[in-house]
């Protein structure tokens, strides 16, 4: 059982968090309803690491809106990456953003994935646009490993071209066969650890629960270290409102199983496989 002190740890970076008002860059709108967003932001490019999240103030609605996070899908030469989809107001009018347009955002938040092991493969499990912080892990790792990407269909596998072209091998899966194997990306990756027995990984995970739920299972199951990417509401992203908490687990000092509430923006969004408490 993990303590709570064997998480990746409380936010790196947190002390460095800023709040900026940034121009956009470029705006590209790719299939199935997602978007590329780069936005100027040297300070915080320069400080993000890979796991953690902006909060972006959305422009032309009510001044009362939430800010929204978004995983930093890369931050490099100043410029900040952020994938994102349309699914509701807020990232509806995020859509209509023109380049050179100014939004204010807050960051870099959160903690961020621990390395592997030197002698450990990194298996990288992504579902839809679960895959943007793991472009930007990929990018970092010394150790080239495997991409296992899921979607509904086609139009949800994203950046397959970005991990290929730095070395990465990548297996896809559709729920529909419109792309790769036809079926669940767990499949995937279980055919995988079938393939290579007794072979030492890591797996770090971004998706909806279910998949979380499922990779965390693996892990235990496989006596595999992992890290998972935990997607919850969020309001004020720094600790206090405490919209964003999570149910968890930790042996206490007398040994003994506990139960306890960690925050997704600033013990998390990263924690360790074996923690979460995953609700039926």
């Known amino acids: 059982m993990t303590a709570f002190s064997d998480m990746p740890g409380f936010p790196v970076g947190q002390h460095l968090m800023q709040l900026l008002d940034t121009p956009i860059l470029t705006h590209e709108r790719l299939s199935g309803g997602y978007y590329m967003l780069r936005i100027g932001a040297r300070a915080i490019a320069e400080t993000s690491l890979p796991g953690q ?16 996070p978004f995983s930093i899908c890369d931050a490099s030469n100043g410029v900040l990456a952020i994938l994102y989809k349309t699914v509701g107001r807020g990232t509806e009018s995020m859509a209509r953003l023109q380049p050179g347009d ?9 903690n961020t994935f621990p390395a592997p092991a030197e002698d450990a493969i990194p298996l990288l499990v992504a579902g839809g646009f679960g895959v943007a912080p793991l472009l930007f892990l ?3 790792l010394k150790t080239r490993g495997v991409l296992f990407i899921g979607g509904r269909s086609a139009a949800d596998i994203l ?17 529909d066969g419109s792309l790769g194997t036809r079926g669940f990306v767990t499949a995937a990756l279980d055919a995988w650890h079938r393939e290579h ?3 030492k990984a890591e797996l770090y995970c971004c998706g909806p629960d279910p998949l979380l739920a499922a990779v965390d299972k693996r892990a235990g199951d496989w006596n595999m270290h992992g890290w ?13 409102c405490l919209a964003c908490v999570q149910k968890m687990r930790r042996m206490n000092a007398e040994g003994t199983e506990e139960t306890f509430l ?3 923006c600033t013990e998390g969004p990263i924690f360790k496989t074996g923690m979460i408490v995953w609700e039926d």
């Open 53 to 68: 999240f902006i909060h972006l103030r959305i422009p032309n609605i009510e001044a009362s809106a939430l800010r929204r």
């Open 102 to 110: 100014t939004v204010n955002i807050m960051g870099p938040l959160g």
């Open 138 to 140: 990929a990018r970092t």
């Open 159 to 175: 950046l397959v071209d970005a991990f290929t072209a730095i070395g990465w091998e990548t297996r896809v899966c559709t729920d």
């Open 197 to 199: 027995p007794g072979t």
């Open 228 to 240: 998972l990417s935990l997607d919850r509401r969020m309001g004020c992203g720094v600790g206090a």
């Open 262 to 264: 960690a925050r997704a």
